[in-house]
Structure formats: structure tokens, C-alpha cells
């Protein structure tokens, strides 16, 4: 059965293998030699696929201008999942990437009836803040909301002339309950994606989504269309990176909408505590079989918490993941540990917080095309 992957859906995809295979995804693996000061979560396989990754390499190498845009869509709180991209956007933002950043309020008006007022206090208070404390500095990236961007919602008409509807629901899989501004959304999403390389904005040049693999219909819709307007605009097709989805702590795809499978950046220490103590593990049913036949970290949401986001350092994740496999360490020490590595994050988060909200009502203020 062909796999469906949906920007929306709540599901987890099981063989990323497969993915690559039937998408047509590029490994990322073999990029890894020529990347200098590659990121963790490329050496960690964590980013494991790409379309067309090497241009956008030949211009960080040579000192090109390139792009980099992702958007985040403010329809809830901001969780370990979203910090993924974050994470992402700060390397780039070394390597001396052009960030675009887009604040989805029309997505989140169009596939969750956020509204408009309600997720500009989402994106101030939640995505902003948290960006800013995370350590990405906005004033160097060009931030804009979808409602305010004259640019991508006339791009966006634009550009649908050579879509139809068949094209979109192969693509999404809309059915007939489907409402017209859902429908109409991929299209402001592929607007997004390409009116960075308008002349206004710096004219054609490699342009890179780092994104989930579940957000990879919107990149095989800008790819589709870039190329069908490449004589009108001279677009380059937009390239992309895929990350492996962060696992929600009971196993399903992490959701703002769902608590229970998210550590959020601000929970407090006791709801953070409680979600880590209540997480999936690879482990057997007993420390006495734990200690005797080992566990299995490739199965253990906790061991994710490590990969992704506790342990950057290499070798003492190795050595942990060793010790997990071989029986020395049970899962209720495993995961005493990382809700201690947790909590020391989030307290420095919280204070990093305090220091960026005014600022982040002023880029919020100004955020517009």
C-alpha cells in the first residue's frame, strides 16, 4: 500500500526507508563529509533525507548568497518537536544563511479556526519568545505574518493558475468536506517557499526548508510549481532537509493539541516530571530482566529525549545507549536522569524567556512584507 504522508495528521510515519524510497528523497548521509561543523542531529541521523541539498552546500562553502524559510504555524504551545527546526534555523544562522521566517497564521486560521487576534498572541507570547530564548537572533531574519503579506497572498493567486484540484488532492488527499480555504492553503505555503527568490527579496538563489517529513507534500507542490513559472520568475527549485519526527511520550507524533505526548518549552517542573515519568521505554518488564537481557533504545521514547535534544555530546550518548543495550542501566535511572537534564533546561529556558518577551512584542509589532 502506497504510504500517505499529510502536513495535519496525527500519525507517525513506521519506515523511514521507505519514505526515501517512494518519495524520491535523497539520503543525507553521504552530504555528511563535506558539511563543516555539521549539526548534531545530522551526525545523529536524526536530518536523514534531502532533495537537491548540494547547491545550497556550494553556496555555504563558497560563501554564496542562499536562503534558508520555514514557517510555524501558531495554533498552540510550542513543544520539543518545533524546537527541532529551531535548532536548525541557529546552525544555519552561523553558517551565514538569509533566514525567512513565516508566521502561519493563515494555515492556522484555515486547517485549525485559529483567529487572526488569537494567533498573533500565540506567535508573540509562544513561537517569538521561545525562538529569541532558544538563541535565534530575529533581528537578523526577515519575520512576517501570512495575513500581512501582500507579497505571498498575490504570488500565491498567481501561482495557482497552474494547479487544478486534482493535482491537490493527490497530493493532500482532500475530500469533498474539505473546506475552499484549506484547499486553497498549499498554495500560500508554496508562495512562502518561493517569493524569497522574487527580485524585492534578493532574486533567484538556492533556497533550503528544513522540515519533518510529513510536511514534504508542500515541498513536492513548490518543486512541481517552481518549475511550471521557472521562465516567468526564474525560480530555482527550492531544496529541502528532512528530519525524523520526535516521537510524542506515548508514542504517537508530538502534538500542542494532545498534552499528554509533548514536553512543552513551558511547563513547569512538576508537569514535566510527571510526562517523563509516564513515557514509553525500550526496556523489559523488570529491572532484574533489564539488568539481565538489556534494553532496546531504538524502541525507548526517553533514549529520543537524549538523541534529540539532553545529550549533544557524542560519545556520552554512545555510552549511554551501550549501557541501555548491555543491562547496566534500567530505564527508572535513565529516566531520573533525563528529567534532571530536562528540568536544568527549562529553568534556564524560563529565565531566557522573561529577558526576550519585549522584545518579541516589538518584532511581532513590525513582523510584516
Given amino acids: 500500500m502506497p504510504i500517505r504522508i499529510d502536513p495535519w495528521s496525527a500519525e507517525m510515519p513506521e519506515d523511514y526507508t521507505k519514505l526515501l524510497e517512494e518519495f524520491g528523497i ?14 548534531h542531529l545530522m551526525r545523529r541521523r536524526v536530518i536523514f533525507g534531502h532533495r537537491d541539498f548540494g547547491r545550497v552546500l556550494d553556496a555555504m562553502l563558497h560563501g554564496k548568497k542562499y536562503v534558508v524559510m520555514t514557517g510555524l504555524m501558531p495554533s498552540g504551545r510550542m513543544h520539543l518537536g518545533h524546537k527541532l527546526v529551531v535548532d536548525q534555523l541557529t546552525w544555519y544562522q552561523g553558517q551565514g544563511a538569509d533566514i525567512f521566517l513565516c508566521i502561519a497564521d493563515l494555515e492556522a486560521y484555515a486547517a485549525r479556526g485559529v483567529s487572526f487576534r488569537e494567533a498573533k498572541k500565540i506567535a508573540t507570547d509562544e513561537y517569538l519568545t521561545n525562538l529569541l530564548a532558544l538563541g535565534l537572533d530575529l533581528s537578523k531574519c526577515r519575520v512576517y505574518f501570512q495575513s500581512r503579506s501582500d507579497v505571498v497572498r498575490h504570488l500565491a493567486f498567481a501561482l495557482a493558475r497552474k494547479v487544478n484540484f486534482s493535482e491537490m488532492r493527490a497530493i493532500y488527499g482532500f475530500k469533498g468536506e474539505s473546506n475552499i480555504a484549506h484547499i486553497f492553503y498549499p498554495m500560500v505555503d508554496v508562495a512562502d517557499i518561493l517569493h524569497p527568490q522574487l527580485e524585492e527579496f534578493g532574486g533567484p538563489r538556492p533556497t533550503v526548508v528544513p522540515v519533518g ?4 507534500p ?8 517552481a518549475g511550471r513559472f521557472s521562465d516567468e520568475f526564474k525560480f530555482i527549485l527550492p531544496s529541502s532537509t528532512y528530519h525524523r519526527l520526535l516521537p510524542g511520550l506515548s508514542g504517537e507524533k508530538m502534538s500542542s493539541s494532545r498534552p499528554e505526548t509533548a514536553v512543552f518549552l513551558t511547563d513547569s517542573a512538576r508537569g514535566a516530571t510527571s510526562k517523563i515519568k509516564d513515557a514509553l521505554t ?9 539488568r539481565k537481557l538489556g534494553g532496546d533504545p531504538d524502541k525507548c521514547v526517553v533514549f ?5 535534544h539532553l545529550m549533544p555530546d557524542d560519545k556520552k550518548l554512545f555510552e549511554l545507549r551501550e549501557a541501555c543495550k ?3 542501566l534500567i530505564c527508572g535511572d535513565c529516566k531520573k536522569r533525563a528529567i534532571e537534564l530536562m528540568l536544568g533546561f527549562l529553568s534556564d529556558h524560563r529565565a531566557e524567556r522573561k529577558r526576550a518577551h519585549a522584545k518579541a512584542e516589538k518584532i511581532s509589532a513590525l513582523a510584516t512584507e
Avoid: K, N, W
Avoid at 517529513?213 to 514534504?216: C, G, K, L, N
Avoid at 508542500?218 to 510549481?225: E, W, Y
Fill in 213 to 216: 517529513v510529513d510536511q514534504d
Fill in 326 to 328: 548491555t543491562g547496566g
Fill in 304 to 308: 529520543g529525549l537524549y538523541v534529540y
Fill in 26 to 39: 535523497q539520503p543525507f548521509e553521504p552530504m555528511l563529509a563535506d558539511i563543516p561543523d555539521s549539526h
Fill in 282 to 290: 525500550g526496556g523489559q518488564p523488570t529491572a532484574r530482566e533489564q
Fill in 218 to 225: 508542500h515541498l513536492r507542490l513548490a518543486r512541481d510549481v
